[in-house]
Nanobody
Framework: QVRLVESGGGLVQAGGSLRLSCAAS????????MGWFRQTPGKEREFVAS????????AYADSVKGRFTISRENAKNAVYLQMNSLKPEDTAVYYC????????????WGQGTQVTVSS
């Protein structure tokens, strides 16, 4: 069982920054594919960013490339999402997700943290 707890959401003005954190349980966290997703009411949950284990290769949605950075700190069982140059359309509930099998199928999810960007 893997438990994920997000933090760091809040209200920020357009152009501002936030850093989301995700604390994970699990003895083999360093082997997990980790991802961030987001969802707004009435819309499907969408991929934001991911980071692979071992070498830390990253991937981003086109909408956040150049503005968001995903990173991980295996010693702390943590993954982060640094969000810069935030836009009102980034407003969503952000979820942390874990894929222990590293096959792109996220099995474990956090409860989400709200990010609101005002114009």
């Amino acid at each position: 069982q893997v438990r994920l707890v997000e933090s760091g959401g809040g209200l920020v003005q357009a152009g501002g920054s936030l850093r989301l954190s995700c604390a994970a349980s699990g003895r083999t966290f360093s082997n997990y594919l980790m991802g961030w997703f987001r969802q707004t009411p009435g819309k499907e949950r969408e991929f934001v960013a991911s980071i692979r284990p071992i070498f830390g290769y990253t991937a981003y949605a086109d909408s956040v490339k150049g503005r968001f950075t995903i990173s991980r700190e295996n010693a702390k069982n943590a993954v982060y999402l640094q969000m810069n140059s935030l836009k009102p359309e980034d407003t969503a509930v952000y979820y942390c997700a874990a894929d222990p099998q590293v096959v792109g199928s996220y099995y474990y999810w956090g409860q989400g943290t709200q990010v609101t960007v005002s114009s």
